[in-house]
Every structure is written in structure tokens, then in C-alpha cells.
């Protein structure tokens, strides 16, 4: 709307008033002047008063356009409501054509889909799982778009191909693992053992090798290097997962947990039992004889580790791969496919750690015990989360056992040797076979020091490990000690019953001292048996040599009234009766022989301790009969048939002695 203006005529008139004050003042230069400013002050009103009629005239003519343009305005309103209304109309033509669009995208995209899946994964397995995401993707869309009249429709007939497609995947799932789970072979399962852990006859029994040396395989298998074979080729892992998340994403984790575990449970248990391993109870267990079952230890212990190393760990490799981001299954699987062979490898080892208690099973323990504490930790790294947390506990379970069974199987052995009641004496006095034994048996408990002290912490922690087993070793000393006592009570000559008791606790002795017991036992323990020995030495010595020397003594040789005696020895044989003298020779001949024909069937094993007895007897003996031949032998010489008398020489004495302890039958 135009607004008008008027120009007013008083301010003009003001305006020519002031000029003409400002400039009286000023001087008048001439008449002429004066008059011609008064011709320029009328021709300016003049001219303002055209002006304002103008102005006057403008503002009646912009007064009527405004009155024009307001009345035009009027009559244009409804058609510009009507070009709105059309225009707005364009525009959702324009959407709904859009919108009509995107819904047959969609269902040409559902066609197309939809044509795939009917023809099954089988051809193109790619191609299937992408027509699975496109379904998914129409069924999101058409839930989330209700203005369209059809959508419940379409999204019931989209769930129902969806289900049949899930169901053909499933089937594939199963085909799939199923032609790629094969049972590994055994030759191929020793190839991926480090070289020292390789079986030579590619046996099942040879892989065991000799259940003595199990300790041995266990410190070089500690540091060994295995590599776990590939279960299923690398290029159709990546199917596999895809087929599982499709799986999981339509609601389908159960039927994917059922499918995997089924068929992989039963290759795993098949690798195991194409190796060896076999399930045993307690009864099957008491009814193999001991040989028969030291043997299946062994091979257990290297199936374990081949289990555990290699089957299990690339089980879990596929697992891991399999279901990579699918959190809820890949420990469960895990766990469901082992569960079941974990359980055959550990019922044997359970059988054994509840069989009939006896000392040559405690060895085994330890190298079962050993080979448990050896995987302990790979166990717990396999069988992490909580679905794997019974298996854990299973395999704890049975190292807890085996170490209770072994350290009462400890016990056990201590109590049998202190009341070991075998009747059969060794005649010789040699060492006796519980001796060698036992000494045998602590031999072989220090090649498992290190075991040992870590079954001694599983019961008592902070205790000082070495000096456990010193203790248990001092104590199993000392029954045997104590058992070789009373068992040479059984010898009816108080000679052979130390010569027995010097035998073997000497035996004792040397063993120490050629082994690691020394160093646990101590020199005090060393210097005190030696102390012992040469006790019982030196009580040989008296019992069997103190009468036959008292023939070779000087008491009671001369008689009441000195007849008899002879003379010619310079005094020597002053005194002596001839007859007593013919009498002690003749004991001593028969005493000595007695003795030589007896202990030269007693036994002293060891060379140094032979000789060493030997050698003392002789340094009591000879010296004295050379005396008592010396001093006395003429009387006999002189007489008749002095040979009857003085059988032997000193050297021939000394040979002699040289036979004694030869074990001669």
C-alpha cells in the first residue's frame, strides 16, 4: 500500500525569511542588485508553488493506485490458493511415485530372492546367503512401513520363505561339516609330535614307549614343539561361520549347537580311538595283570599329551574361527564337542587313582600326577569360560587324586617295609632283595624331585618341600633298618648275623653316597652308617674268629708238673705239653676248615668291603699262628706225623681266606 506525502508551505516561507535576515547585514553594493534578488525571490515562489500543485497531483494519483493494487490483491487471493493447493499436489504425486518405487524395488529384490532360495544353497552358497540378507532386509523394511496395505502380508509370506531357507541352510551346515570332518589318523597325529616324542614302530603301544621312562619324556616334552593339525580346510571355514551367523541371526543357535556337536563330537572320539585310548572303570582296571597295565599308563600319559596338544587345540582353533563374533557359542561348542572325550581320557587315570593302593603304582602316579601338572596350564587356556568350567574342574579333580593316591601309596610303602614279614633269609648273609629294593625304589623318587615337592604343596603350603622329602626318605631308611634287624634274628650264628646286617647297611650306604640322596640326607646321616658298618664288622670278627684264635693262645698249655715238655727251642716251648699242644692244632685244623668250608659259601657283594674284611681277619689271625707255630711246632715236628698235626702254612692260611665270602656253593 502506497503512502503519500505533502510538502509544507510555511517551512518554505520560513526558510525565505531567515535568508533574508542572515543577509541585512550585509552591505548593499547597488540598487540594481537589490532588485534583481527580488525578481529571483518571485520567480522561486513561483516555482515552489508549481511544486506543491505537483506534489498535490502525484499524491492523489499514488493515493488511487494504492486503492487499485489493494482491490487486485483481493481478486487474486483464491487463485494463488489454488496454485498452492496444485503445487502441493505435485509434490506428493511426486513421493507416492517415489514411494511406489522403493515397494517394487522391494519386491522385484523378493523375486529374485525368493528364486534363489528355492533353488537351495547347494550351487551357489554365496549367492543364497545374500538372498537370506535381502530377505531380512524386505521384512525389516515392509515391518516398518504399515501404510502400505499389503505389508502384513508380505512380511508373513517373507517369514515363511525365510524359515524354509533357514531350514535348507541348516541342512547345508550339517553336509558341509559333515564331508569335512574326517577322523585324523594316528600316523598323521605322531607327525605333528616333536621328533623325541615320535613313536619308531608307528604303534599305538610304541607311542607309549617304556613306562620307565615316562619321567624322561616328561622333562623333554616340556619344552617341545607341537603343531596341531588343520581339522578343516581354511577356504570352507569362512563358509561355515557365515552358514552359523545365519544361523544364530534367524533364532537357530540351538540347532547350530546340536549339528555342530553331533558330528564333530563323534570324529573327535574316533581320532582317540583309532590312537588307542579306551574307556576303563575301576573293576576293568583290577582285573589287568600289573605289566599289562603299566604299559596302558604309559601310552595314557602320551595320549594325553596328544590329546590335549594337538586334537584339543585344534578343535578349539576351529571353534574360534567358526564362530568368531558369535560369543554365546563358541565356548559352549567347544565344550559340548570335547565333553565327551575329556571324560574317556580321564576315567582311565580315575580308575587307576581309585585301584587297590601298592607300592610299584606309586612311580606311575607321579608320571600321571607329572603329565596332569604339565598340561594344567594348556587345559586351563583351552577350556577357558564358563561353559568349559566342569571340564576344568574334572581335570583338577584327577590331578587332586592321583596326588592324595600317591602320597598314601608313600605311606603305604613306608609301612610295608618296616613290616615286611618275608620268612626266606638269604643264606650267604649277601644283600637282601627288600634291600636292593627299597634302595631302588628312593633311587627312582629322586628323579622326581621336582614332582615330589609339588605334590608335597598340594597338602601342605609354606612348608619347606626339600626337607619333606628328606624326612619321608630318613623315615623309609629307617624301616628298612629296622626290617633288617629282625630279619637277622634268623640267623641261628651270631657271625652271619652281622655279616648279613654289615652287607646291607653298608649296600645302604654306598647308594647314598653314588646318589642325589647324599645331598638330601646329609654326611652326617653318611658318617654315622659307616659308623654302623664298621660296628658290625668288627662284631663279625669277634663271633666268628675269637675261638679259633684261642686255640693259637699260650693259656693252658703247660701242665702241673712240667713233665712231658721238650726242649731244644731255646726255652720257647719251656713248659708246654706236647699233647695240649697236638690238641690245640688239631682243634684249630678242624675249626678252620669248618669255617672256611661255611663262610667261604657267605657272601660280601662288594669288592672293597670283601677285602677289607678279609684283609682285617688276616692282620688278627696269621700273625697269631705263626706265633703259636713258631713258639710250639717243634714239640709236634719232632713227633710223629707232625703233618697231622700242623696241616697248613701261614701262606696257605692266607690263600685260603682268599676264599672266604665268595658266595661258593
Not at 269 to 284: A, F, I, R, T
Request: aromatic share 8%; proline share 3%.
Amino acid at each position: 500500500m502506497l503512502r503519500t506525502h505533502t510538502l509544507s508551505t510555511p517551512k518554505i516561507k520560513n526558510y525565505s525569511h531567515n535568508f533574508f535576515q542572515r543577509n541585512m547585514g550585509v552591505p548593499i553594493l547597488a540598487a540594481a542588485a537589490k532588485d534583481n534578488l527580488s525578481d529571483k525571490a518571485a520567480m522561486m515562489r513561483d516555482s515552489l508553488h508549481k511544486s506543491q500543485s505537483i506534489t498535490d497531483k502525484m499524491v492523489s494519483i499514488l493515493g488511487s493506485f494504492d486503492h487499485r493494487l489493494s482491490a487486485l490483491e483481493t481478486a487474486m487471493r483464491p487463485t494463488q490458493i489454488r496454485t498452492h493447493a496444485i503445487r502441493r499436489a505435485h509434490e506428493n504425486i511426486d513421493k507416492t511415485l517415489k514411494a511406489a518405487n522403493v515397494i517394487l524395488d522391494r519386491f522385484d529384490l523378493s523375486r529374485e530372492a525368493e528364486a534363489k532360495i528355492l533353488r537351495g544353497p547347494h550351487e551357489d552358497l554365496e549367492g543364497y546367503l545374500d538372498s537370506i540378507e535381502q530377505l531380512r532386509s524386505n521384512i525389516r523394511f515392509f515391518t516398518n512401513n504399515k501404510s502400505f496395505k499389503s505389508s502384513d502380508g508380505v512380511v508373513s509370506h517373507a517369514n515363511n520363505l525365510l524359515s524354509k531357507a533357514i531350514s535348507k541352510l541348516e541342512h547345508e551346515f550339517k553336509q558341509l561339516l559333515s564331508s569335512y570332518s574326517k577322523p585324523v589318523e594316528p600316523d598323521r597325529l605322531y607327525e605333528c609330535l616333536p621328533n623325541s616324542l615320535r613313536p619308531s614302530s608307528g604303534s599305538p603301544e610304541a607311542s607309549g614307549k617304556n613306562p620307565s621312562n615316562s619321567h624322561t619324556d616328561h622333562i623333554t616334552a616340556e619344552n617341545a614343539v607341537y603343531n596341531p593339525p588343520v581339522l578343516i580346510p581354511p577356504r570352507v571355514l569362512p563358509l561355515l561361520h557365515d552358514l552359523a551367523q545365519h544361523m544364530v541371526q534367524a533364532g537357530h543357535a540351538q540347532q547350530c549347537l546340536i549339528i555342530y556337536r553331533d558330528t564333530r563330537s563323534q570324529v573327535l572320539q574316533e581320532s582317540l580311538h583309532q590312537l588307542g585310548v579306551e574307556k576303563l572303570s575301576k573293576d576293568d582296571v583290577q582285573k589287568i595283570q600289573w605289566e599289562v597295565l603299566e604299559l596302558k599308563i604309559g601310552t595314557w600319559i602320551h595320549f594325553m599329551r596328544i590329546a590335549v596338544k594337538l586334537l584339543f587345540a585344534a578343535e578349539r582353533k576351529v571353534c574360534d574361527q567358526m564362530f568368531e563374533g558369535i560369543e554365546s557359542l563358541k565356548d559352549q561348542c567347544f565344550a559340548e564337542v570335547t565333553r565327551g572325550s575329556v571324560a574317556m581320557l580321564l576315567s582311565f587315570g580315575d580308575a587307576i587313582a581309585k585301584s587297590k593302593r601298592s607300592p610299584e603304582k606309586l612311580f606311575v602316579l607321579l608320571d600321571m600326577y607329572e603329565i596332569m601338572r604339565e598340561l594344567h596350564s594348556e587345559i586351563e587356556t583351552l577350556f577357558s569360560g564358563k561353559a568349559c568350567k566342569e571340564i576344568r574342574e574334572a581335570a583338577l579333580g584327577l590331578t587332586k587324586r592321583l596326588a592324595q593316591t600317591a602320597k598314601e601309596t608313600f605311606g603305604d610303602f613306608e609301612e610295608a617295609v618296616e613290616k615286611d614279614a618275608t620268612r626266606t633269609a638269604v643264606a650267604d648273609g649277601t644283600v637282601h632283595p627288600l634291600t636292593s629294593y627299597v634302595i631302588n625304589y628312593v633311587k627312582f623318587l629322586f628323579d622326581y624331585q621336582s614332582t615330589l615337592k609339588q605334590l608335597f604343596q598340594e597338602f601342605e603350603r609354606g612348608d619347606d618341600s626339600n626337607s619333606q622329602l628328606a624326612s619321608v626318605t630318613m623315615r623309609i631308611m629307617q624301616a628298612l633298618q629296622t626290617n633288617l634287624e629282625g630279619k637277622s634274628k634268623q640267623y641261628k650264628d651270631p657271625a652271619l648275623t652281622n655279616l648279613f646286617l654289615m652287607n646291607n647297611i653298608h649296600y645302604m650306604v654306598r647308594s647314598v653316597r653314588r646318589s642325589e640322596a647324599k645331598d638330601l640326607l646329609g654326611d652326617d646321616w653318611v658318617q654315622r652308617h659307616r659308623r654302623i658298618v664298621q660296628q658290625h664288622a668288627n662284631q663279625y670278627k669277634r663271633n666268628a674268629w675269637t675261638k679259633i684264635l684261642q686255640c693259637l693262645s699260650i693259656q693252658g698249655l703247660t701242665s702241673s708238673g712240667g713233665g712231658g715238655s721238650a726242649g731244644g727251642d731255646g726255652g720257647n716251648s719251656s713248659g708246654a705239653s706236647r699233647a695240649l699242644v697236638k690238641d690245640r692244632l688239631k682243634i684249630f685244623n678242624l675249626q678252620f676248615e669248618e669255617l672256611h668250608q661255611r663262610q667261604s659259601q657267605w657272601t660280601v657283594p662288594d669288592s672293597e668291603l670283601r677285602e677289607s674284611l678279609r684283609l682285617a681277619v688276616a692282620e688278627v689271625l696269621l700273625p697269631a699262628y705263626r706265633s703259636f707255630i713258631k713258639r710250639f711246632g717243634v714239640l709236634v715236628e719232632n713227633g710223629k706225623t707232625p703233618h697231622k698235626y700242623i696241616r697248613y702254612s701261614a701262606d696257605d692260611l692266607d690263600r685260603m681266606l682268599g676264599e672266604f665270602f665268595e658266595g661258593k656253593t
